[in-house]
């Protein structure tokens, strides 16, 4: 046997048992630990706003017309110039 095959059977057995073993692993850690304690990524957050914001525009409930409706009033006090 050359140096290698015996590499490419080294990488053979940790794909077939490495892989499936780490999968097995992170759905177990997923599963015992509570959503509460999970870590969330940016990019959750981010696609949660962001379907918040287009269920806002695409199905508008009685709250958000009113607030549409309703004209936002400036004082003096908050104007810029």
Request: proline letters at 5%; charged letters at 20%.
């Given at each position: 046997?050359?140096?290698?095959?015996?590499?490419?059977?080294c990488?053979?057995?940790?794909?077939?048992?490495?892989?499936?073993?780490?999968?097995?692993?992170?759905?177990?850690?997923?599963?015992?630990?509570?959503?509460?304690?999970?870590?969330?990524?940016?990019?959750?957050?981010?696609?949660?706003?962001?379907?918040?914001?287009?269920?806002?525009?695409?199905r508008?409930?009685?709250?958000?017309?009113?607030?549409?409706?309703?004209?936002?009033?400036?004082?003096?006090?908050?104007?810029?110039?």
């Amino acid at each position: 046997m050359t140096s290698l095959q015996v590499l490419g059977i080294c990488v053979g057995v940790v794909l077939i048992v490495g892989v499936p073993a780490m999968m097995i692993y992170a759905a177990v850690d997923h599963y015992r630990t509570p959503a509460s304690k999970r870590r969330s990524n940016g990019a959750t957050t981010g696609v949660v706003g962001a379907m918040v914001e287009l269920d806002r525009i695409t199905r508008p409930s009685v709250e958000h017309t009113i607030e549409a409706q309703t004209p936002i009033i400036r004082h003096e006090d908050e104007s810029s110039d």
